[in-house]
């Protein structure tokens, strides 16, 4: 006991390493974001965010930069992996494949050092504890992208879901794209139709103690978090804060009724901070490592080396192939789906109209008949 009490002193002293990634279409806001959380200009220049140019950078569009952050005097030794934004109507795949291409690679890693007989004392654990993935301040439904995306990465690493630019929607606006299902549908309500296993807060009801269930559940009711960013300081009743004035009024970064900055900051620097390295290890990367592992034995068996190779090499590409034509058709599914009730929202507006168009035609003839 003694000795366990002993080790969080020092980690507290020494301080934590965390690895935080950032996603999402170009122009969201997740350089701002970063250059906000860090409280400096960390992504000053812009790494390629142009999605058309991107594979011109092959190899240096993932770079990782570290900054050292003081969290209530505990020592926070933060690395951001920005990640080229993508856009619409243009092949992504790319610089998806970049994104859950550096996320694996970061595994590929960790694996080879365990598997060493002498450890590296220089290795660097690179792999990434949390990912926000920031959604454009859309006001409709999830983007075919942003679902495809978000199903790709969470078997990977902690989604966390945010809401980047949120002043661009009024209060009300924002609210219902988060959770309120509306004709237009909502951020939660795909994540949940799609299955998709975003970070939730866990909780477990029977095992933790209180405060944790009821800090977990208010900050999974966030979800997703609203993000304000902006690296300009303003007035406002004669204070000094973070935030984006305009002609009707200022938002404020760290004001928790203008968006969910704080919290999450919070959560990732501190709160949760832990939680998210845990999972990363027990579960995300457990689960990698078994997955690749079983691959290579299942090929093997009593045949000499080259045999098992080969068989292993071929094995690897029929499963690669089935697991592409399963990706394929679940895409197609998914994109029948979304068609089909986007017919049914026109089918419902165009009844609404023929509705309003047959009573404006009655009230026109009723008041002809008055006329005349
Ligand atoms: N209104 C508003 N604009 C923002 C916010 N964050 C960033 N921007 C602006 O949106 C544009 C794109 O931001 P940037 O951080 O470069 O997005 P990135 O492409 O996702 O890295 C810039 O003009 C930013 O000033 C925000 O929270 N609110
Ligand atoms: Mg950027």
């Not at 142009?50 to 050292?68: D, L, Q, R």
């Not at 968006?259 to 620097?269: C, I, N, Q």
């Not at 290579?296 to 590409?317: H, I, P, S, Y």
């Not at 009655?362 to 008055?370: D, E, F, K, M, Y």
Request: charged share 35%; aromatic share 6%.
């Amino acid at each position: 006991m003694t000795h366990r009490l002993g080790g969080r002193r020092k980690n507290v002293k020494k301080g934590f390493q965390f690895t935080l990634m950032v996603v999402g279409a170009s122009g969201t806001g997740r350089t701002t974001f970063v250059n906000t959380l860090c409280d400096s200009n960390v992504l000053a220049k812009k790494i390629c965010d142009n999605p058309e140019e991107a594979h011109n950078e092959e190899g240096i569009t993932i770079k990782p930069v570290s900054v050292e952050l003081d969290e209530d005097g505990v020592r926070i030794s933060l690395t951001i992996v920005d990640t080229p934004g993508f856009g619409d109507n243009i092949d992504n795949e790319f610089c998806f494949q970049e994104i859950v291409g550096y996320l694996e690679r970061q595994y590929d890693d960790i694996l080879a050092e365990e598997s060493r007989i002498k450890r590296n004392p220089r290795f660097r654990d690179n792999r990434v504890h949390a990912l926000l993935y920031f959604i454009s301040p859309t006001g409709h439904a999830l983007r075919e992208i942003d679902i495809e995306l978000m199903r790709r990465l969470s078997p990977r690493v902690n989604v966390i879901p945010v809401v980047g630019r949120a002043d661009s929607l009024i209060p009300q606006e924002l609210k219902d794209f988060k959770r309120r299902a509306s004709r237009m549908g909502c951020v939660m309500e795909d994540i949940e139709h799609y299955n998709i296993p975003i970070y939730n807060f866990p909780y477990d009801v029977e095992e933790d103690d209180e405060d944790t269930i009821e800090e977990n559940s208010e900050l999974r009711a966030l979800l997703p978090f609203s993000i304000i960013g902006s690296d300009e300081e303003i007035v406002v009743g004669g204070r000094t804060v973070r935030g984006r004035q305009y002609p009707w009024g200022a938002v404020e970064v760290d004001n928790p009724q203008h968006s969910d900055f704080a919290r999450l900051r919070s959560a990732l620097l501190s709160t949760h901070l832990q939680d998210l390295k845990e999972i990363t290890h027990d579960f995300l990367y457990e689960n990698y490592r078994t997955e690749k592992l079983s691959r290579t034995v299942n090929g093997g068996g009593e045949q000499d080396d080259t045999a098992v190779n080969a068989e292993d090499t071929a094995n690897q590409n029929v499963r690669m192939k089935e697991e592409q034509l399963r990706k394929e058709e679940e895409k197609l599914r998914d994109i029948e789906l979304k068609v089909q009730r986007e017919i049914q929202e026109k089918r419902a507006e165009l009844l609404n109209k023929e509705e309003a168009l047959r009573t404006l035609e009655t009230r026109l003839a009723q008041a002809q008949i008055v006329d005349a």
